[in-house]
């Protein structure tokens, strides 16, 4: 049975910074392609960030250059690192995966990634 369990939200001041963790079991976690989504309230699920297998990384023009996606094959765990946070950023935060790669836009859908997990709150206030 595949699990991803995310933690590491909370509330934190604008400017600040957190990191995010999304621990993966059952599945062969070096094989999948990873990504983060938000989902701010009264909105849909956008995508944040995706890292493949190899690495490579793709970010929302939203957090480009605030945020840093990143995986530890070894802990079968991905990060994702947000820095000069904003009220904005405010959302739940979940991890996705996925086995196929996603090419192009398809790695921005909701709809492509197979596992989900329950997701972290993040607030960014004053």
């Known amino acids: 049975q595949v699990q991803l369990v995310e933690s590491g939200g909370e509330l934190v001041r604008p400017g600040g910074s957190l990191r995010l963790s999304c621990a993966a079991s059952?599945?062969?976690?070096?094989?999948?392609?990873m990504g983060w989504f938000r989902q701010a309230p009264g909105k849909e699920r956008e995508f944040v960030a995706h890292?493949?297998?190899?690495?490579?990384?793709f970010y929302a023009d939203s957090v480009k250059g605030r945020f840093s996606i990143s995986r530890d094959n070894a802990k079968n765990t991905v990060y994702l690192q947000m820095n000069s946070l904003k009220p904005e950023d405010t959302a739940v935060y979940y991890c996705?995966?996925?086995?196929?790669?996603?090419?192009?836009?398809?790695?921005?859908?909701?709809?492509?990634?197979?596992?989900w997990g329950q997701g972290t709150q993040v607030a960014v206030s004053s």
């Open positions: 059952g599945l062969t976690f070096s094989t999948y392609y």
């Open positions: 890292i493949t297998r190899g690495s490579s990384t």
């Open positions: 996705a995966a996925n086995m196929e790669q996603l090419i192009g836009t398809a790695k921005y859908r909701t709809s492509e990634y197979d596992y």
